[in-house]
């Protein structure tokens, strides 16, 4: 399994700015992905990072609204831009090690005024 | 294109008694299914998958999920609920071969009464 940490782990934002978020995991693994929960709602992946370039963005998704970086195979960062109120979810960050199982972080929990 | 149903959006049942939370799922290859549960304000926790071999996985908790390849379902089981079962239960599917991307279901909130 891998331990994963995500930083911060909740912030209330005011809208029209940037937050972003950190990722860290305990081993070095090839995947990482970076997931919305909003409010009530199931997990919707918004793109996979990929090590050494650009993330793989889901549709609905794009890089200007949620740049991400991926310096090394233990670290990530997702930063929400420009923020407004539909913001506001719950964004995992999560990886993949072994025989196929996938592993999430705590979650950081986002409110945006 | 893949996807995942979760039927029920709740499912009550009293401590003790046994339970089902109901999945299932489309993909255009073979499968790679799991189950996460998450509880109040924490992230999701691995229950169990089922990758290939036997149809009945085991998994954490003492819950087990069967795979059914004609009907298409993975539905999660336990014999005897907890009051501290309650909580988010998801259900995932990966198309072997064909994607690198987990989809989840809408997930079910599962209520143990005592």
């Known amino acids: 399994s891998a331990v994963i940490s995500q930083k911060p782990s909740r912030d209330i934002c005011q809208r029209g700015t940037s937050l972003t978020i950190q990722c860290q995991v305990d081993?070095?693994?090839?995947?990482m992905f970076w997931y919305r929960q909003q409010p009530g709602q199931s997990l919707t992946l918004i793109a996979t990072a990929n090590q050494g370039s650009e993330a793989t963005y889901e549709s609905g998704f794009v890089i200007d609204k949620f740049p991400i970086s991926r310096p090394n195979l233990t670290f990530s960062t997702l930063t929400v831009s420009n923020m407004s109120p539909e913001d506001s979810s719950i964004y995992l960050c999560?990886?993949?090690?072994?025989?196929?199982?996938?592993?999430f972080g705590p979650g950081t929990r986002l409110l945006v005024l | 294109a893949q996807s995942v149903a979760q039927p029920e959006d709740q499912v009550n049942v009293a401590e003790g008694n046994p339970l089902t939370v109901k999945c299932t799922y489309s993909?255009?290859?073979?499968?790679?299914l799991f189950w996460y549960v998450q509880y109040p304000n924490r992230g999701l926790q691995f229950l169990l998958k089922?990758?290939?071999?036997?149809?009945l996985v085991k998994g954490s908790y003492g819950f087990e999920a069967e795979f059914n390849k004609s009907q298409t379902s993975f539905h999660l089981k336990k014999p005897s609920a907890l009051v501290s079962d309650s909580a988010l239960y998801f259900c995932a599917v990966r198309d072997r071969g064909n994607t690198d991307k987990l989809i989840f279901g809408t997930g079910t909130r599962l209520q143990v009464f005592p």
């Open positions: 993909v255009s290859g073979n499968p790679y």
């Open positions: 999560s990886v993949r090690t072994g025989r196929e199982t996938q592993y």
């Open positions: 089922y990758i290939t071999g036997d149809n």
């Open positions: 081993s070095q693994v090839t995947m």
